[in-house]
């Protein structure tokens, strides 16, 4: 059993009364099959009754965790677990996983502010899976921690990266 949990920090306008809305996708690299999904969102919008929220699988299939309800309560903070995420139990976990995030009146705006994914998978390699982020001057720093006093005689250190231009 294995565990990826991933967010993207959006802050991107919901446009407003389309069909289409808003779309950002978190790509998962590792293998295996979802045995439990859960979503977080925070969007700020004065109307949460006007909003639906799909997310969907790499697979294709959707489930919608919001359905216009909420009526005038303003604002969705809310982590979406298994209720909402049941069917994408035993779904491949590898892909592009998409939240969709529609307002269907006009007159408000509103925000996708972030939004996260955390999947438990079936796959025992890889236990974790973090990124090196892309882009001139960006770089991935990991601190490892030593609670033991003393002199250091010897060190070592390894790394197992996988990516396509090396």
């Known amino acids: 059993m294995s565990f990826v949990a991933k967010t993207s920090s959006i802050n991107k306008v919901i446009p407003d ?3 289409t809305g808003l779309v950002d996708s978190i790509k998962v690299f590792k293998g295996g099959k979802a045995t439990s999904v859960e979503v977080s969102v925070n969007i700020k919008h004065p109307y949460s ?3 639906e929220i799909h997310l969907t699988a790499p697979s294709g299939k959707t489930v919608v965790l919001h359905g216009r309800t909420g009526s005038s309560k303003p604002d969705i903070v809310k982590v979406f677990g298994e209720q909402s995420t049941a069917k994408f139990i035993g779904e491949s976990v ?3 996983w998409s939240l969709t995030v529609k307002d269907f009146a ?3 705006e509103g925000i996708l502010h972030s ?8 796959a025992t390699k ?4 973090i990124f090196i982020p892309d882009g001139k001057g960006k770089k991935l720093v990991s601190k490892q921690v030593c609670n033991v006093t003393g002199k250091v005689k010897n060190i070592s250190a390894s790394v197992n ?3 396509p231009y090396i």
């Open 161 to 163: 990266i996988k990516h």
């Open 17 to 19: 009364n389309s069909d």
């Open 106 to 108: 006009p007159r408000d």
């Open 115 to 122: 939004w996260s994914l955390q999947i438990e998978n079936d």
């Open 126 to 129: 890889d236990a974790s899976e």
């Open 94 to 96: 590898k892909g592009d």
């Open 49 to 51: 009754g006007d909003l």
